[in-house]
């Protein structure tokens, strides 16, 4: 029990250290902490599947490509220019209040069940697998039309646009 | 692994949940703080994956596994959203030599 408030501390913790680092790739290396501590918890409640799916697709590709972006347009130069002090008063107020109130409209439904796992086997790929493709095999298929137009699109927006050639 | 999953017997939904809105708000201010097109970027990421703990939790409450195939499909669609952003950020830079998302404050009219 004690393993999760550690682990949700530390998640917090990271989570506030991506959103004030000064340096964007100090910023990146804490979300991957912070998605670290993600996987720990998916582990912790026996969600096999969905914790190494979170290293390898999060940690693994998505935060390389956001590192490998980072580096191709070098920031080096000037650093980023800071928000008026007002605005950032605001902006910690306004995601403080949202925190508040979701925290306390939760406080006054009173301690609710713990977290038990019934079926051990729930989280296993074996179980998932009959799941996703069974009942959503269709959603599945159609994911992966979403990608292949996500590359498409991608590759399209990220080609440098060729002289007009003249026409002879 | 029976020793693991024991852990967290004792653990009730709603601190899921607080830790979940916690790091969802965390997520909102960074969109609203900074300037730099890739934190706040990283911001929604952060967002989604407090989303993706939720679904989880709820998912192994009920003891019921749609809730972790959404969190596959949440995931993939994650994958998407960050290459083809990632490309609009990187073409952003092309054109105007900076990630500020203010140079772009033209889109607002």
Redo the contacts between chains.
Sequence with gaps: ?S???FI?FL??FF??L??SAKN?VH??LY?VL??FT?TI???????Q??AV??FI??MG??LV??LY??M??N?NKEA??V?PFMV?I???F???I??VA??SS?KS?G??????????N??LVK??GK??FN??LL??EI?SV??L???V???L??T?EKEPKATI | ??S??S?????????????S??????????V?????A??I???V??ML?SV??LL??F???R?D??G??F???I??????????G??????I??NTNS??I?VLNRLKW
Excluded: C, W
């Design positions: 029990m393993t999760f408030y949700a998640s917090i989570s506030i991506v959103i964007p910023s990146i979300l912070t998605f993600f918890h998916y582990i912790l409640l026996n969600a599947f969905l799916v979170n697709v999060y590709a998505i490509l956001f972006t980072l191709l347009i920031l980023e220019p928000k950032k605001s902006a910690v306004g995601g403080g949202l925190a979701l925290v939760l439904l301690v609710s069940d713990p977290v038990v796992l019934k079926d051990p729930l989280g179980n998932l799941v996703l009942e959503f959603p599945f994911s979403l990608l137009s996500a590359m699109g991608a590759v927006l990220a440098k | 692994m029976e693991l999953t852990t967290i017997q004792a653990v009730p939904l709603n601190h899921y949940i607080f830790l809105a916690i790091i969802f708000s965390i997520g909102v201010m960074g609203l703080l900074r300037r730099n890739i934190i970027f990283m911001s990421e952060l994956n993706n703990l989880t939790a998912s192994v409450y003891g596994a749609a972790q195939v969190v596959f499909f995931m993939a669609l994650a994958a998407a959203e960050v290459a083809v990632l490309a609009i950020i990187v073409m830079y092309r990630i500020d203010n």
